[in-house]
């Protein structure tokens, strides 16, 4: 039995999922046996292939790409507990100068609050369009999730980064534990 999936991703993003001399593309047709046929004008990448769960992460990762994420940091998405989240931007603003608001509140000055979120949780943020998109371990995803939902509602950096910083301590000791 062959499944097909059809993405629709941003006409931008195309030439990242096909890659340098379709290296990308023939990569993830290899990994997943499966076809990827890309329609550049419509924006709209189509999978097929007989293994469901190869497909499946073959999807995900071209939506990543389509989100922003470099290729190999989609390429994550491979691993086992590893996932990504997209928050949509919509939820927390309905205008062009309130999403602008919100989306540089995540940024930070230079980058600085999202550097400091993907540092202490571990995971890769993508803030692209009106979407703001995490990949890491499944839990460290949900902790960045929450840290970026507490800034998109407007709480202080401060307290954000002490939750996180708290989370991180937490982290360090189970590791340690396991040892």
Do not use: C, W
């Amino acid at each position: 039995m062959e499944y097909v999936h059809e993405l629709r991703i941003p006409k931008n993003r195309i030439a990242v999922v096909i890659g340098k001399n379709g290296k990308t593309k023939k990569e993830l047709e290899e990994y997943s046996n499966t076809n990827i046929n890309v329609d550049s004008k419509e924006g709209v990448i189509s999978v097929k292939g007989k293994d469901a769960v190869k497909l499946f992460f073959s999807k995900e990762m071209i939506k990543a790409i389509g989100r922003g994420f470099s290729p190999e940091v989609a390429k994550q998405l491979l691993k086992q507990d590893y996932s990504m989240e997209i928050i949509s931007l919509n939820d927390f603003s309905d205008k062009k100068k309130q999403l602008e608001r919100v989306r540089g509140r995540v940024i930070g000055k230079k980058g600085k609050s999202r550097e400091i979120i993907e540092k202490l949780t571990e995971t890769n943020i993508s803030i692209y369009g009106k979407t703001i998109s995490i990949i890491g371990r499944s839990e460290n995803v949900g902790i960045a999730r929450n840290s970026v939902e507490m800034l998109l509602d407007g709480a202080t950096h401060s307290s954000v980064y002490k939750k996180l910083e708290s989370f991180r301590r937490q982290m360090k000791m189970q590791e340690m534990t396991k040892i």
